[in-house]
């Protein structure tokens, strides 16, 4: 089992969040810490594989509760940055610490069971390799490729469609333009359906962002843009 430690201030939070970690096969919640002092403590009596870090902490920031476990030598687990922070100086940050992924709050449990499947490949994938002989460079490529893969659709998703349709966004997004679901199913002649599905999938998964617009009559128009 990869053991999971939970840090979040919110209570109700920390708790959904590891209802969420409890659900995935072969994950376990060995703890929960509401300020970064408690995480840092916890990290070191518990020794979990995986940490889920918020960034807003009442004591000190998840930035500095990052860095002080990459300065340990005894306990250095993986960490997934779970957090409102949107401003790049925190997903900056974040990856010059070494967290191996950025989740926007708030997201669904399918996003949250993506990235944490993906950790299990390559933990798995180190398990594997001898630990008493070198790495050989086909060792090294896939647990790389495993960790740098991006985080697949669901189940119902093509993998190319959604390459397609991230193209689009991307490109659209770069003008500094947004997208909906109608003018996405346009360009890629997908059912409007469909091409919601894969814009809201990448909502999911900290990939990008929906607004509302507001027009005269009826419901609101969902406008995506790529982060």
Same mark, same amino acid.
């Given at each position: /089992?990869? !053991?999971?430690?939970?840090?979040?201030?919110?209570? /109700?939070?920390?708790?959904? %969040?590891? #209802? $969420?970690?409890?659900?995935?096969?072969?994950?376990? &919640?060995? #703890?929960?810490?509401?300020?970064?002092?408690?995480?840092?403590?916890? @990290?070191?009596?518990?020794?979990?594989?995986? @940490?889920?870090?918020?960034? $807003?902490?009442?004591?000190?920031?998840? /930035?500095?509760?990052?860095?002080?476990?990459?300065?340990?030598?005894?306990?250095?687990?993986? &960490?997934? &940055?779970?957090?409102?922070?949107?401003?790049?100086?925190? &997903?900056?940050?974040?990856? %010059?610490?070494?967290?191996?992924?950025?989740?926007? =709050?708030?997201?669904?449990?399918?996003?949250?069971?993506?990235?944490?499947?993906?950790?299990?490949? @390559?933990? !798995?994938?180190?398990?594997?390799?001898?630990?008493?002989?070198?790495?050989?460079?086909?060792?090294?490529?896939?647990?790389?490729?495993?960790?740098?893969?991006?985080?697949?659709?669901?189940?119902?998703?093509?993998?190319?469609?959604?390459?397609?349709?991230?193209?689009?966004?991307?490109?659209?997004?770069?003008?500094?333009?947004?997208?909906?679901?109608?003018?996405?199913?346009?360009?890629?002649?997908?059912?409007?359906?469909?091409? !919601? =599905? $894969?814009?809201? %999938?990448?909502?999911?998964?900290? !990939?990008?962002?929906?607004?509302?617009?507001? #027009?005269?009559?009826?419901?609101?128009?969902?406008? $995506?843009?790529?982060?």
């Amino acid at each position: /089992m990869i !053991r999971v430690l939970v840090v979040d201030d919110d209570f /109700m939070v920390a708790k959904v %969040h590891s #209802g $969420y970690v409890s659900r995935v096969e072969g994950f376990e &919640v060995v #703890g929960v810490a509401h300020t970064g002092a408690d995480a840092v403590v916890a @990290v070191d009596e518990l020794r979990p594989d995986l @940490v889920l870090l918020d960034i $807003y902490l009442p004591d000190i920031d998840g /930035m500095s509760v990052l860095r002080q476990l990459r300065g340990r030598s005894s306990a250095d687990p993986d &960490v997934i &940055v779970i957090t409102a922070a949107r401003d790049l100086d925190t &997903v900056r940050g974040a990856i %010059h610490g070494g967290a191996l992924h950025y989740l926007i =709050k708030p997201f669904s449990y399918e996003a949250l069971r993506e990235r944490l499947e993906s950790f299990r490949s @390559v933990h !798995r994938a180190l398990g594997e390799l001898p630990g008493d002989s070198p790495a050989a460079q086909q060792d090294v490529d896939r647990l790389f490729g495993t960790r740098a893969r991006g985080v697949t659709p669901p189940k119902g998703l093509s993998p190319e469609t959604a390459r397609i349709v991230e193209e689009i966004l991307r490109d659209q997004s770069a003008d500094g333009g947004d997208l909906s679901a109608t003018e996405c199913a346009d360009t890629t002649e997908l059912s409007r359906v469909s091409a !919601r =599905k $894969y814009l809201e %999938h990448f909502v999911e998964t900290g !990939r990008a962002e929906v607004r509302l617009r507001y #027009g005269g009559t009826g419901r609101p128009e969902r406008r $995506y843009r790529w982060l």
